[in-house]
């Protein structure tokens, strides 16, 4: 059983920053498949980035086009907690925010229902 909270939502205006943090318990973090994923009102839940373990310090990153060059994603093995800094915030990033976990596989997963776990989420809302 793996339980994830995260923290670091709020309200920004556009063009602003704002790092989500997950922290993670339970489990082996360092070889989890990590997930962040949003899901704005009256839309479904749509993959934003993806961390894995390759082995060793190893580790990989993808990201949906939507995020790509604004946000980043990374770990703290210490602290069992993953990351999502965000930069150059837009309006349509306006969404709840979710973490997701599940074992590591060789190929970081864009699809939810393969994730184990999931946390409650936080809400960033980006006015214009």
């Known amino acids: 059983q793996v339980q994830l909270v995260e923290s670091g939502g709020g309200l920004v205006q556009a063009g602003g920053s704002l790092r989500l943090s997950c922290a993670a318990s339970?489990?082996?973090?360092?070889?989890?498949?990590m997930g962040w994923f949003r899901q704005a009102p009256g839309k479904e839940r749509e993959f934003v980035a993806g961390?894995?373990?390759?082995?060793?310090?190893?580790?990989?990153?993808d990201y949906a086009d939507s995020v790509k060059g604004r946000f980043t994603i990374s770990r703290d093995n210490a602290k069992n907690t993953v990351y999502l800094q965000m930069n150059s915030l837009k309006p349509d990033d306006t969404a709840v925010y979710l973490c997701?976990?599940?074992?590591?596989?060789?190929?970081?997963?864009?699809?939810?229902?393969?994730?184990?776990?999931w946390g409650q989420g936080t809400q960033v809302t980006v006015s214009s």
């Open positions: 997701a976990v599940r074992p590591g596989r060789p190929q970081i997963a864009t699809t939810d229902m393969v994730y184990d776990y």
């Open positions: 961390h894995r373990w390759g082995g060793g310090s190893a580790y990989y990153a």
């Open positions: 339970g489990g082996t973090f360092r070889s989890y498949d």
